[in-house]
């Protein structure tokens, strides 16, 4: 494969370098804190899949799916506008105060409302004899929303440290409490010469609950993340500017619908398969499903990191004269880097990840991890695509994009989903080939609408080169299966050199041009 790249321009070359390495550093600012926290919160993964059967680990997953789906629609869209007015707006604080006062006005009739109806809605999903799981949620759910026009601002005003420490702390105190009550309690409880210890415990476990603490935990971190935020409530003017709200709820209303119909394409899956799947075996699917999911774990985390640094970049750099060009450079990094790490995770899937992340009983869903891991690489590159309707403020796009990205979601999951003989894909494995049609669709038409609306010059040679390479590289993998202790993991390792050789001799010379 030859996919180098000669530019006429040096010229460009070295200008566009600068804006790239601001934010590369701000990508790593957020991504290192935000890394070391998320691989700490799966952590949570290896002793969920070894304390709770996969049946009580779908259940989990189910209200996560519920939560996600209700998470967008309280917050509307308002964060990406923030972002977007922040930066025309003269008056930054008329900004942050009208977006999140029409948060906490919401969030607070959402808690009202969703308290009232707790009952009805438990018995509406099937969990009729858990309402208290309902009730955690909407507290969960209103405490998250508020917080999110106070994260945009830390984003905007380029506090990353700040961010990334109170994700941080949100994670490790959520971390705390899962290993107090799933490991702690039960193993202090066996040892009756702890007597102080377990008369503390006796006050605050319930030896009857398993996944509750899960729950719990989140509701607790949920209020400390709140509690931290509360300065920039304290400082907040409180003022709301009647004309500017209605213009950021415009530019925010396709975006809810986008980021609706998102969720339906991510997390939708999972409600699916407890729904469409006999009863008896619906939950255990869904945990399986959400475990293998889980291994993805270095992509998701580095598109959540760069997405972090990305959007106010993005709108920051549009005013410049080469944006485009620095658009189209990142363009040309992030999918060395997200490549790579595809190729990492499925050459080391045996030798170390599956083994640690999860447990033995989860291992027969091994057969997605590939769809599931090339199927967020495409969503990671249509979140990169996805700035040209920001831009050109054609936000409704996003909303067309995730709609047709939902109806192919909803359409093969309802196909594929059932247990039939006549399927060859049936079950969550029929969920993953959907996820995977269904970011690619959307990656594609995102790509080819983009480029009428807001020209971008990707370079596709390099694109659908490293992403090729990778694939190439993975098949390799999976047909040669060295035999001994050492030699898989040697022989894993060299096909990671050799994708990092060929990056080092096609991305040379347009280091060398830059300086």
């Known amino acids: 494969m030859v996919f180098l790249y000669a530019s006429s321009n040096e010229t460009n070359i070295f200008v566009t370098m600068n804006p790239i390495k601001t934010l590369a550093g701000q990508t790593a600012i957020y991504g290192l804190p935000s890394i070391i926290g998320r691989i700490l919160g799966y952590l949570l993964v290896p002793l969920y899949t070894r304390v709770f059967p996969p049946g009580e680990y779908g259940t989990v997953n189910v209200f996560y799916s519920y939560a996600a789906f209700l998470m967008i629609i309280l917050t509307y869209g308002m964060e990406t506008a923030f972002f977007r007015f922040n930066e025309n707006e003269t008056e930054k604080d008329k900004v942050f105060s009208t977006g999140m006062i029409s948060l906490l006005v919401t969030s607070f009739f959402f808690l009202i409302a969703a308290s009232v109806f707790v009952r009805p809605i438990a018995n509406w999903i099937d969990y009729a004899e858990h309402p208290e799981y309902i009730l955690w949620f ?27 420490g109170i994700k941080m702390t949100n994670i490790l105190i959520n971390i705390a409490l899962n290993l107090f009550f799933i490991v702690f309690c039960p ?27 899960i729950f719990i935990s989140n509701l607790v971190a949920s209020a400390v993340t709140l509690a931290l935020l509360l300065p920039q409530f304290i400082r907040m003017r409180w003022i709301v500017d009647k004309k500017l709200l209605k213009k950021m709820l415009t530019y925010a209303f396709p ?11 991510e997390t939708f899956d999972r409600l699916l398969l407890r729904y469409l799947l006999p009863e008896n075996i619906s939950s255990y699917q869904v945990g399986i499903y ?173 694109f659908f080169g490293y992403l090729g390479l990778s694939i190439v590289l993975y098949l390799i ?18 096909l990671l050199v050799v994708f990092l050789c060929v990056v080092y001799l096609v991305e040379k010379p347009r280091f060398s041009n830059s300086r």
């Not at 969960?140 to 984003?155: C, G, H, Q, V, W």
């Not at 319930?206 to 509750?212: H, L, N, Q, T, Y």
């Not at 291994?295 to 990191?305: D, E, H, P, R």
């Not at 993998?477 to 060299?494: D, E, K, M, R, S």
């Open 138 to 164: 909407v507290w969960i759910l209103a405490l998250d929303s508020i917080t999110a026009i106070p994260f945009a601002r830390l984003r905007a005003q380029k506090k990353a440290i700040l961010f990334a």
């Open 187 to 213: 193993y202090s409880l066996k040892h009756e010469s702890w007597n102080v210890i377990n008369a503390f415990i006796h006050l605050t476990y319930r030896p009857d609950w398993g996944i509750e603490y």
């Open 255 to 265: 975006l809810l619908f986008a980021g609706m119909a998102g969720i339906v394409n």
């Open 290 to 462: 959400s475990a293998c999911y889980k291994i993805s774990i270095l992509m998701t985390i580095f598109i959540q990191a760069y997405r972090y640094a990305a959007e106010p970049f993005f709108f920051a750099q549009a005013k410049e004269k080469n944006s485009k060009e620095v658009y189209a450079r990142i363009m040309d990094y992030f999918i060395i880097a997200v490549s790579f790490i595809f190729l990492t995770t499925m050459v080391y899937l045996d030798d170390f990840i599956m083994p640690v992340l999860i447990g033995k009983g989860y291992w027969g869903g091994k057969g997605v991890i590939p769809i599931l891991m090339m199927a967020n690489l495409f969503l990671g590159v249509y979140y990169n695509l996805s700035i040209w309707y920001k831009l050109s403020n054609k936000t409704i796009w996003g909303a067309w994009l995730s709609v047709i990205g939902a109806i192919i979601t909803l359409v093969l999951n309802f196909w594929w989903i059932p247990l039939s003989p006549n399927h060859l894909i049936y079950g969550y494995l029929g969920s993953a080939w959907a996820t995977f049609i269904c970011y690619g669709s959307m990656m594609v038409l995102s790509y080819f609408i983009g480029q009428y609306y807001f020209p971008v010059k990707y370079n596709l040679i390099r």
């Open 477 to 494: 993998n999976v047909f040669v299966v060295p035999t001994g202790h050492f030699l898989p993991i040697l022989f894993h390792t060299f």
